[in-house]
């Protein structure tokens, strides 16, 4: 046989090993996707917390409202924050994620309080 040319049964190996190594890239590609978002929530969570800090030394006590504090935005790239509680000793921030732009911020958690310890809560 003079002919040069794929076979079916060669085709489909093809398409297989193709497959695999895309089943494995996306999942890692996606992941690193997020890394930018979430580094810059977690420095805004640290903004949060040294305004925060701020505003008990004025007034001797943290806030819940956030139009009391500078410095900080309630919303940044793909996550939104909010003061959960405060109170004269201590107070907890939380940052939302929304990875697929469906306003539902619902993927992942991060927050913060008084001490600067930061938690994945989802």
Known sequence: MGNRAF????????IGVMSAILLIALPMHAMRAKRPD???AKAQLFVIRDAQERHKLQYGTY???AA???N????VGRYQFRIRTADSWQFLAQA???FNNDKLYDHET??????GAIKKVK
């Open 68 to 70: 009391r504090l500078s």
């Open 7 to 14: 076979t079916v049964i060669e085709l489909l190996i093809m």
């Open 72 to 75: 900080w935005r309630t919303v």
């Open 96 to 98: 939302d994620g929304d």
């Open 110 to 115: 991060w927050t913060i309080d008084q001490t």
């Open 38 to 40: 979430r580094v810059e």
């Open 63 to 65: 806030t819940d409202d």
